[in-house]
């Protein structure tokens, strides 16, 4: 997947005020580094992505949407490993290094101190998901044909962190659920890429 779009892409759905995205990951301070994992699936004659909302906890990214993944542990040999062990994790799917198609643009996320690298893999048919309990507070199935509606997107205001600030973003809207922050991004690189 090269030449990717990256900040040009991600810039869309970034919270207001983000900055730019190269000088922040350069001027990350020992930066955590984490993978996730974008799956594609067709359900009937359309393509379907996988995110997880989070459980709540006392973090900044308490009840996010987000795509499977986590941070990268020692026994990992890279960061696609990384994504692959946490999707079965998190979601109970094992997938092959040979369903990655390739990876997006990396991002660095300055709450959280993490570096975060995303991975798209394509699957040939629904998978059985089995949620983490612990982590994950259920799975959802958008399909792509919702995530590319230009009705989707929104301009509103979350609330971050265990002091709930205020922070203005564009944000995808379905149904009763946002998709903001890093991951937003993420799916703003993909829409570019099928543009």
Same mark, same amino acid.
């Given at each position: ?82 994504? +692959?062990? %946490?999707? =079965?994790? !998190? ?8 369903? $990655?198609?390739? &990876?997006?643009?990396? @991002? ?35 399909? +792509?044909? %919702?995530? =590319?509606? !230009? ?8 609330? $971050?962190?265990? &002091?709930?600030?205020? @922070? ?28």
């Amino acid at each position: 997947m090269s030449g990717l779009p990256g900040e040009i892409a991600q810039l869309e759905l970034a919270p207001l005020g983000r900055g730019n995205l190269e000088e922040s990951m350069k001027n990350a301070q020992n930066p955590k580094y984490s993978a996730v994992l974008a799956m594609a699936y067709p359900i009937d004659s359309a393509t379907n992505i996988c995110f997880i909302e989070r459980k709540a906890y006392p973090g900044v990214h308490s009840g996010q949407i987000g795509f499977p993944g986590g941070k990268r542990e020692e026994e990992d040999n890279d960061l696609m490993q990384t994504a +692959l062990r %946490e999707t =079965l994790e !998190e979601v109970g799917v094992e997938v092959s290094p040979a369903q $990655v198609l390739g &990876q997006l643009s990396p @991002l660095y996320i300055p709450p959280s101190n993490f570096f975060v690298q995303p991975f798209i893999a394509a699957l040939e048919r629904q998978p059985k998901f089995i949620a983490d309990e612990i982590e994950v507070e259920r799975v959802l199935e958008f399909s +792509l044909q %919702e995530l =590319l509606d !230009e009705r989707n997107l929104i301009d509103t205001q979350v609330s $971050v962190g265990e &002091q709930g600030f205020k @922070l203005n973003t564009r944000a995808f809207r379905i149904g009763e659920h946002i998709i903001w922050g890093a991951t937003a991004m993420m799916v703003s690189e993909i829409r570019y890429m099928l543009r």
